[in-house]
């Protein structure tokens, strides 16, 4: 196992240093959170029914940009170095993926913090679950960037998929219009959009009473979450492992 564990560390621990070393990344870090809140946040009389899109939109979009180092590590020359090591392929997207789902839940953990005052605002919120879901959600998102940085070496082209793919797939979540009040083919887009259940899960984890009413069912959010963070991470190492790829080297 130490031969999968010890490379897939090195590499969330050169993540988490890399971030700490870009103080860009920091502040951005640190002031998204604030911004979002004293901006967005004041502009919404019920300000309740969108902090779930909220927080999904924080860490969707910081998880998924935390993959653009692997388009740099590729540019640098590093990414050729590890791929050429003895290194399983699998440990890669074990290192990359924790390193970035980790700065991207810390960062959703931040705002909502601020959001909800540190729970007080939310006494029904549970905020240990909110936490581990919040990393699901990270991993998820943070394998799907990976996957598309492996894909895509350009960061024209990262960008280009991310705002096709992604923000879509955020308006159709729940975040601007309920499923109750869309129409029937929007609802039906909507019911399979895995977005939307990670945005009910944290509407449910936060207490809100809106939640109750929802038609999907309690336990299907954590199931649909869970499986996305299972299903994108054994995707990534696949693409990785394709024997296309081996000729990199």
Known sequence: MNRY????????????????REKSRVAGFAG???????????????????LPGALVLTVMFSAI??????????KEGFLLCVLASPAPRLAIVLGKVAGGALIAASQTMVFLFLATLGGTLYPNAQLGALAGLLVLIA????AAGFLIAWLIPSPQGFHAIINLIFVPLWMISGAIFSLQQ?????????????????????????GLPFADGH???PLIPIVVVSVSAIVTLVVAAMVIN??????LL
């Open 32 to 50: 998204t959170p604030v911004v979002f809140w004293l901006v967005v946040g004041s502009g919404y009389s019920d300000f309740a029914r969108f």
């Open 182 to 206: 869309s129409h029937a083919w929007m609802r039906w887009l909507m019911l399979v959009n895995p977005v939307t259940y990670a945005q009910d899960a944290i509407a449910r984890g936060l």
């Open 215 to 217: 038609p999907i069912g």
């Open 242 to 247: 394709r024997p296309s790829e081996r000729n």
């Open 139 to 142: 991993i998820a998102f943070t």
């Open 5 to 20: 564990w010890i490379p897939a560390c090195m590499l969330f621990q050169r993540e988490l240093l890399r971030f700490w």
């Open 65 to 74: 940009f935390s993959a653009m180092s692997l388009i740099e590590d590729r």
